[in-house]
């Protein structure tokens, strides 16, 4: 917490698991609490298919279009499933590519929790192969033509952020 706050100087906690009220770090910080989608779901189900968190998503993506709220504390319980998807589509929208974007959240299992069995059933195959694979899949697949960075717009234009957003986010 004290290395949060005075070494990195967070300015707001994006906690993505929708559960508190009160920021961990205190009241100095701003708070912004979702429940987010994740993909820890069979990949037919991913939670970003569902309207239900299109609010949700839009509110944590916009956390990044004001320059006020960083430097932002980004996590949820383990910093895969939830945190992987949004970061997934931050980095996609900047320009990040595929393989880049699956060697990034390689990382998450590289801690304790990242390898956690929270009696899920989730391995690192499962996450990286069916779950991350049906983000990837689903964000390439949104638009008939374009970057992954240009689909990534289009699906958060659908969910609600507007260009200048997009734009501030860039």
């Keep these: ?50 309207s239900s968190y299109e609010e949700a998503l839009a509110t944590a993506i916009r956390t990044f279009a004001d320059e006020e709220n960083y430097p932002i504390y980004m996590h949820c319980q383990i910093g895969r499933d939830r945190t992987g998807t949004l970061a997934f589509l931050i980095n996609a929208l900047l320009g990040v590519g595929e393989e880049d974007l699956y060697m990034d959240y390689e990382l998450s299992f590289l801690s304790q929790s990242g390898c956690a069995d929270f009696k899920d059933g989730i391995t690192p195959s499962t996450f990286l192969g069916d779950h991350l694979w049906s983000l990837c899949n689903y964000i390439d697949h949104y638009k008939e033509e374009g970057t992954l960075s240009e689909k990534t717009e289009q699906f958060m234009l659908d969910i609600g952020i507007t260009s200048e957003e997009i734009a501030s986010i860039k």
């Design 1 to 50: 917490k004290e290395a949060l706050l005075e070494t990195y100087g967070v300015k707001t906690d994006l906690d993505l698991r929708g559960t508190l009220d009160l920021s961990p770090l205190g009241s100095g910080v701003n708070f912004v609490n979702v429940s987010a989608p994740h993909y820890a779901q069979k990949a037919t189900e991913h939670a970003i298919y569902r």
